[in-house]
């Protein structure tokens, strides 16, 4: 069994930033994906971010390219989001979901996380 467990959600003011993590025994394998995903309230959720180990490639929706950006600690099994430049439009319910041996980097996924409030706010 591999669980997803996320963390690192905060409030913050327009412009800073945030670090969400990621950690799941998922990463011990060669093949699969990590996506971030956000639901803000009345809105249907939508791709942030994903991770895709086989081709060690990393695609990020158009509106937090250059803001956003994955990095790793394999000490600690975990993946982490860096979120800069934050804004109101960001707010929402942060998730991370993983998935061995993907089809797609931006799923189907079966293992999800909890999810995490962002909030950016004056």
């Known amino acids: 069994q591999r669980q997803v467990v996320e963390s690192g959600g905060g409030l913050v003011q327009p412009g800073g930033s945030l670090r969400l993590s990621c950690e799941s025994s998922?990463?011990?394998?060669?093949?699969?994906?990590i996506g971030w995903f956000r639901q803000a309230p009345g809105k249907e959720r939508e791709g942030v971010a994903c991770?895709?180990?086989?081709?060690?490639?990393?695609f990020y929706m158009d509106s937090v390219k250059g803001r956003f950006t994955f990095s790793g600690d394999s000490d600690k099994n975990t993946v982490y989001l860096q979120m800069s430049s934050l804004k109101p439009e960001d707010t929402a319910v942060y998730y991370c979901?993983?998935?061995?041996?993907?089809?797609?980097?931006?799923?189907?996924?079966?293992?999800w996380g909890q999810g995490t409030q962002v909030t950016v706010s004056s």
């Open positions: 991770l895709a180990s086989r081709d060690q490639r990393t």
């Open positions: 998922i990463f011990t394998l060669d093949d699969y994906a």
């Open positions: 979901a993983a998935e061995p041996f993907p089809t797609s980097c931006w799923g189907p996924y079966d293992t």
